[in-house]
């Protein structure tokens, strides 16, 4: 069975450092493929030598690549083209540096595996029961077996597969019904005693994490923070403590950032990394060998890679590439000697790039108060999951409730912003999701009784349908709108007006195939 722990979530009040950023460029900033449009979905692993092995997604073919510098320079292979395939791709190398691929087909609506074990790569599907795959993140244990988080659509799920026996064994993680989106932006780790850690969001507003103490016993599931705009990662140290990055978007508050959480002191402490823009995208961590924390991610305002440590003791942030849009997909990873390497899409030019031995931030922030929003999930019910494992006691969590500060933004009359979430939406055919627009004024106030119109621009009416077509914002200042994918792949935009006030944002909707 599925056992649910919630609890209040410490949060820590405390005189924070604004990240201090400056233009420090890696020693190396290389392409590796440039044929066709290609990088998206990276995901980055290094071998004992140091050298990068890349998994990621070629958007012109539709097919999972591969490359690796291996040899002293850069050889790129097609892993799998048979049919739309790797999208949601992710790599991990096991202890002989074999690379392992977790990947999603879009063309089947299955689950997907590829490695290199004898010498050439060998594909097979792994899970086709239903839509399945999206959002898989793989590891392998010290035994050599591989471990798959990844996202059920049509049973909206968050699942689970090993092949530890022998055979692929899946099962359910998360299927709590008080959800929706279950599963999404899963990240995989497992620590140095086999432990395994799943970080995830759902209901596109919760953190959650998951940890299984063994293969076959049963999984304890934690709600962490609210707000989890997307983009999780994980990972965890050798006392099997877990570190997760995320991107925090609370549009109430019209507020973002790159966030970190952690329980390494026995209850799960969350910190603002970077607040300075809408920052925090295609996060990726990393924990070295002294415990500190070292994080890519995408700067969506200045369309930059960037870089975060605390290998200092205070949070430094680093613009690693700044020609052009950089940094979505990014993917991070750590050599013996802790030295950076980073790959990452680079959408001005459509190629996958790679950053290595990123230098370590070195100014001196200055101290100054910044506050930490956060809101704390409240319990749900627990719900009944079926597991085809059997089930073994899992350790419940320390408590250690806070009194915290809550901001509650006033209401006004006069509108001056408005802001959808999330600004970006990837659907199946005939799958719906949700577009929360606000409306605020000035200094963030919350507009109600406002009017939203909802438009698609004339070439996307025969992809999707938006309902309802106008509605008036609560008192909290939001409208909700349900956004469906018709049977028709391809991008479309809607625009949301409050027409009264000369107010207009956008969101971008890409349908895909099954």
Not at 86 to 107: E, F, M, N, R
Not at 433 to 449: A, K, P, R
Request: charge should be negative; aromatic fraction near 10%; proline fraction near 4%.
């Amino acid at each position: 069975m599925v056992k649910k722990v919630y609890f209040l979530v410490l949060l820590l009040t405390f005189i924070i450092f604004v990240p201090a950023i400056i233009k420090t460029f890696a020693t190396t900033l290389e392409i590796v493929d440039s044929y066709g449009n290609v990088g998206q979905y990276s995901s980055l692993a290094l071998d004992s030598s140091g050298k990068a092995h890349i998994a990621y997604w070629d958007s012109t073919n539709n097919d999972l690549k591969y490359a690796t510098n291996a040899s002293g320079s850069w050889v790129t292979t097609t892993v799998d083209s048979n049919g739309d395939v790797g999208q949601y791709t992710s790599l991990a190398l096991d202890k002989v540096g074999k690379a392992h691929i977790s990947y999603y087909d879009s063309t089947n609506a299955n689950l997907k595996y590829a490695n290199n074990i004898i010498g050439l790569w060998e594909t097979t599907t792994v899970e086709s029961s239903g839509d399945v795959g999206q959002y898989s993140s793989v590891a392998v244990d010290s035994s050599r077996k591989v471990h798959i988080s990844y996202r059920d659509v049509s049973n909206n799920t968050l699942k689970y597969i090993n092949n530890t026996s022998g055979t692929w064994t899946a099962v359910i993680v998360d299927s709590n019904s008080y959800y929706k989106n279950i599963g999404k932006y899963t990240s995989i780790i497992i620590d140095e005693t086999n432990k395994i850690h799943i970080s995830y969001c759902s209901n596109d507003f919760y953190l959650n994490y998951a940890i299984n103490t063994s293969t076959s016993g049963s999984w304890t599931t934690i709600p962490i923070d609210y707000n989890c705009g997307s983009y999780t990662s994980a990972s965890a140290d050798e006392s099997g403590k877990a570190y997760i990055s995320y991107y925090y978007s609370d549009s109430t508050i019209k507020y973002t950032s790159l966030k970190y959480a952690t329980n390494t002191s026995g209850s799960w402490v969350m910190t603002t990394v970077d607040s300075n823009g809408d920052v925090g995208m295609y996060n990726s961590i990393e924990v070295d060998n002294s415990g500190k924390v070292h994080i890519s991610y995408y700067d969506n305002t200045n369309g930059d890679l960037k870089y975060a440590t605390n290998a200092s003791g205070s949070w430094l942030t680093t613009s690693v590439d700044t020609s052009g849009n950089v940094g979505q997909h990014s993917s991070i990873a750590l050599d013996s000697y802790d030295n950076v390497h980073i790959s990452y899409y680079d959408s001005t030019n459509g190629v996958l790039k790679y950053a290595a031995n990123v230098p370590l931030p070195t100014p001196t922030p200055t101290p100054t108060s910044t506050p930490i929003f956060t809101q704390t999930p409240t319990p749900m019910p627990t719900p009944t999951a079926t597991v085809t494992s059997t089930p073994s006691p899992s350790p419940t969590p320390t408590v250690t409730p806070t009194t915290k500060p809550t901001s509650t933004p006033t209401a006004c009359e006069d509108a001056t912003e408005i802001e959808a979430n999330p600004t970006e939406l990837t659907l199946q055919k005939k799958e719906s999701d949700t577009v929360i627009v606000t409306v605020t004024g000035e200094g963030g106030c919350l507009v109600g009784d406002k009017t939203v119109k909802a438009t698609v621009e004339k070439d996307g009416r025969d992809r999707i349908r938006v309902k309802p077509s106008s509605q008036k914002t609560d008192a909290n200042g939001e409208a909700s709108f349900t956004i469906t994918a018709k049977n028709k792949t391809g991008d479309t935009t809607v625009k949301f007006k409050v027409k009264k006030d000369n107010l207009e944002t956008t969101v971008s909707v890409n349908i895909v195939e099954k």
